[in-house]
């Protein structure tokens, strides 16, 4: 026996993939509905082998529904995720709306699926941010085995992070280079084809932007508030893949062999880590994948118990659908069980 399954903002790229991996996954669905703002009502988008006609939101009725995907802004979120809650369908949010409310879970489900039993009190699930998942997969594993005091993390994040407008640009901005009459303006504070941007959502009076923010803030909720994050966020010209440089701080000494036997065992991760040209994964290998890929894990011997490694993950999946539909699944399996 399956599932009643609503995909809300079907047509942008973190719904589109939802369905992708809905139906990849073949996740328990009797009935599917593919959710829209007006302006994209009736827009034809795919699950599986079946092709949906996009419903409008602002009329639909949750009721007997099971679980919502939600892929849409903070602000049609706050209106429309307490609707669904209170008709009695459980709202899994990729938003941040509902991320630092101490009533609504935040899960990674390979790091702490526990937590999925506190979605009665609000019938509402936080998906976290897309560079915070991928981190907190690489860390829990050597957490429960050395107890982390400190991260420092660098994040090179894709473009598709900020929706199909910034991808629109890069490739706008690309071509532009080399015709400068295709050139349409910048979709970022500054040029992104062919530079970096230290700058993810707005500045806060710490100085951090809050991306930085989110990644401490949501580290400390999803895995171990003791632990101490500091993040610089950057944007680069990349399509799709977010990269990280993670340095760790152990309570106890872990060898960095040991660490890449632990990591090979840990699921959602895939360690590719040999110290020859291309012994390695970018960010361009990971695009269509489901793993978190480790590489480049070394000793760091300016700390008495430190560690090293680049961590890259497509963050459209396990960044955003992917872990939604791992939470519907850990959801399903634990606490909806049907059948």
């Known amino acids: 026996m399956g599932y009643n399954i609503v995909v809300v903002g079907a047509t942008g790229n973190v719904g589109h993939e939802m369905l992708n991996i ?17 302006k994209s009502l009736g827009t034809d988008v795919s699950f599986g082998d ?32 307490p609707i669904a809650a209170k008709a009695g369908c459980v709202v899994i949010d990729n938003s941040s709306l ?9 899960i990674v489900p390979e790091v702490n699926p526990q937590d999925v039993h506190g979605y009665s009190k609000k019938n509402i699930i936080a998906n976290p941010n897309c560079s915070t998942a991928q981190m907190v997969v690489a860390l ?4 429960d085995r050395a107890t982390i005091k400190r991260v420092v993390v660098s994040t090179y994040q894709s473009v598709s992070g900020s929706g199909k407008g910034a991808m629109d640009a890069l490739w706008n901005e690309t071509k532009a280079i080399y015709n400068p009459t295709d050139n349409k303006g910048i979709f970022y ?23 930085e923010w989110k990644m401490i803030a949501e580290t400390k909720k999803i895995m171990d508030p003791k632990i101490k994050v500091t993040a610089t966020c950057v944007r680069v010209p990349v399509f799709v893949g977010h990269s990280e440089s993670i340095n760790i701080e152990f309570e106890d000494f872990l060898d960095e062999d040991e660490a890449r036997d632990i990591l090979r065992e840990a699921p959602g991760i895939m360690v590719i880590d040999k110290r020859e040209d291309g012994g390695y994964v970018t960010p361009i290998e990971c695009v269509g994948d489901f793993a978190t890929f480790i ?45």
């Open 98 to 106: 509902y991320r630092y409310d101490p009533d609504v879970p935040l």
């Open 189 to 211: 504070t500054k040029q992104i084809a062919f530079n970096v941007i230290p700058h993810i959502d707005d500045f806060m009076d710490s100085g951090d932007t809050r991306e």
């Open 140 to 143: 829990k594993p050597l957490h």
């Open 50 to 81: 079946k092709t949906l006609k996009t419903k409008d939101l602002d009329t639909f009725d949750f009721t007997g529904w099971d679980i919502a995907l939600f892929a849409v802004g903070s602000d049609a979120t706050k209106k429309y995720a």
């Open 22 to 38: 809905l139906a990849e996954r073949q996740f328990p669905v009797d009935k599917i509905e593919a959710l829209a703002s007006r």
């Open 295 to 339: 590489s480049r894990i070394r000793q760091d011997v300016t700390v008495e118990n430190g560690l090293n490694l680049w961590c890259v993950s497509d963050n459209l999946r396990k960044g955003a659908a992917l872990n939604a539909v791992q939470i519907a699944e850990t959801l399903g399996r634990e606490c909806l069980k049907k059948g």
